[in-house]
């Protein structure tokens, strides 16, 4: 018995299949690309007909890898499926359920102006309180500001034609089941809905539960509550089943059950289990992304959230960031690598290199804020900086200054969540941080906080797949599921004395 859980990406849809009882992997990943474009400085936008088009692509080549795996896909039982996807990726459809326009990618930029506008016109809106206490900033890449968008820019010929505007996860879930409906994680998290009564259904007495109707009223576009989808599940939930056509696309029997998933990177919270007050989800790459379960969705100044009923209906998590810190390791290592062959240097080597140096890095410090500041501080103009260096620093200091750098800044993200009543017992650690030894112990060391390794690093497939099992019935709750599918490949503790370094270094 298997279950496929999809991960809608930025670049790519991949599939995978897993073991429905013990989470591991049967086969391969397969992934399927798919093509951005940039109408406009700013502005990334995708054809919702490529996900559909690669979807199909993506299972088939997952489901064939299992071949080679001695369980061939002649003889494996596919319980369940699950897809995350990119989160907001918003689509308008007209009558027939067809894309009106292009998608505005997550990333699409060209609502800046109606994030500003939004904050102006509805300051003092509760619901915006998961914006920094109401302080702001809101992201254009929330779904508030590219619907304005679309009827400040596109009214006649996209806001009046529309009949639904929802996301690339919502869109997904249709052609697969013919349901629509929305996922409570993207509606908390990304929509201003509450992500709890959300899930209850419309009565007379509350037409929109868990709507941010006042919003909508204040900026003129009342008619977004019934664009939106009007139905709300949470993730884990069953959405239906595969239709015939869907099903053929897949290469699936038909009545396949799809369970609700939800945003990629709150997914990867379900595949690395971080579902327990006092865990935070560390996301790494060319960012950091800070997710912190929490039981109360209390808010304030320096953070995102909390989210009422995100990743799941019963807890909460609140919401940090960086946003360069991988992204700095790479440019060093651009840097660092300059040679007549042009061949650039490996991580490997210059963290041997730098593991030779004492923490402080012999008196250099850096910032890490190369592309501004997300939390606790948001400051978009913020710039990064080296300094105190000498003669005496070689490439080694430099190299273990940039990576400190972004341990005191994630510190500083860590530390803002616990001043917000947010605080975390160990960081749970994914991405491309978790393949350098020397980095994970210094995350640790500069916390004071153990880092946990999870044995399958790809949370946002395992995610799917722990979800897949749950609308399965394989696994009675997500807790159960957990427990069963996900498993600890080494726990990194704080050296004491190295981490007192840092405290003084860090308070200094």
């Known amino acids: 018995k298997v279950v496929i859980g999809v991960d809608g990406g930025t670049e790519s849809i991949r599939a995978c299949c897993f073991d429905a009882e013990t989470g591991r992997v049967v086969g391969k990943s397969c992934a399927v690309p798919y093509k951005t474009t940039h109408p406009q400085p700013g502005w990334a936008e995708q054809n919702p007909l490529d996900w559909w088009t690669n979807l199909g692509a993506a299972v088939r080549g997952a489901v064939d890898s299992t071949r080679s795996t001695g369980e061939g896909s002649e003889t494996i039982q596919v319980c369940a499926m699950c897809v995350d996807t990119t989160c907001c990726s918003v689509v308008a459809l007209d009558d027939d ?60 010929t996209v806001w009046n034609k529309a009949t639904v505007i929802c996301e690339y996860q919502d869109y997904i879930n249709f052609k697969l089941t013919g349901v629509l409906c929305a996922s409570s994680c993207n509606a908390a ?17 509350d037409k929109y539960p868990g709507r941010p109707m006042s919003l909508y009223q204040t900026l003129g576009i009342p008619e977004l509550a019934d664009k939106l989808p009007q139905k709300c599940l949470a993730m884990g939930s069953l959405v ?25 990177a709150f997914v990867g919270m379900i595949g690395l289990g971080c579902i327990y007050p006092g865990q935070l989800c560390l996301i790494t790459g060319s960012s950091h992304l800070h997710c912190v379960v929490t039981s109360e969705p209390t808010t304030a100044p320096g953070m995102w959230g909390a989210y009422p009923g995100a990743p799941l209906p019963h807890i909460n998590f609140a919401e940090g960031g960086q946003s360069s810190t991988g992204s700095i390791a790479r440019w060093a290592k651009i840097l660092f690598s300059g040679n007549a062959n042009n061949e650039e240097l490996e991580y490997e080597m210059l963290d041997e290199e730098a593991e030779k140096v004492p923490p402080g890095s012999d008196g250099l410090v850096a910032l890490e804020t190369f592309q501004g ?28 200054a940039l990576l400190e750098a972004v341990c005191f800044g994630t510190r500083a ?38 880092v946990v390794v999870c044995e399958n690093a790809d949370a946002p497939l395992l995610g799917c ?33 190295v981490a007192e370094t840092y405290s003084d270094l860090y308070n200094g």
């Not at 509450?194 to 419309?202: F, K, P, R, S």
């Open 97 to 156: 359920m067809s894309p009106l326009r292009p998608s505005l990618l997550w990333m699409d930029a060209r609502s800046a102006p109606q994030t500003r506008h939004i904050l102006d016109t509805c300051q003092g809106d509760p619901c915006l309180d998961i914006n920094s206490g109401g302080e702001g900033p809101l992201s254009a890449e929330w779904m508030l500001p590219k619907a304005l968008w679309m009827y400040d820019n596109e009214r006649e």
């Open 189 to 205: 998290a990304r929509w201003h809905w509450n992500g709890q009564t959300c899930l209850q259904d419309a009565s007379s007495e």
């Open 413 to 450: 993200c860590v530390e803002g969540l616990a001043k917000a009543g947010h605080g975390c017992d160990e960081i749970v650690i994914a991405g491309g941080a978790t393949r350098s030894p020397l980095w994970l112990q210094m995350h640790a060391d500069v916390t004071g906080k153990p």
């Open 240 to 264: 239906g089943s595969l239709t015939q056509e869907a099903a053929h696309h897949l290469g699936l029997p038909t009545g396949v059950p799809v369970a609700q998933g939800g945003p990629d």
């Open 373 to 400: 500041s997300r939390t606790p501080v948001t400051d978009p103009l913020a710039r990064g900086a080296i300094v105190g260096l000498t003669l005496s620093h070689g490439r080694s200091h430099i190299w273990r």
């Open 465 to 497: 797949a722990i979800l897949a099992s749950v609308g399965a019935g394989i696994h009675p709750t997500a807790e159960a599921a957990v427990q069963a599918m996900v498993r600890t490949a080494k726990r990194i503790e704080p050296n004491p004395a």
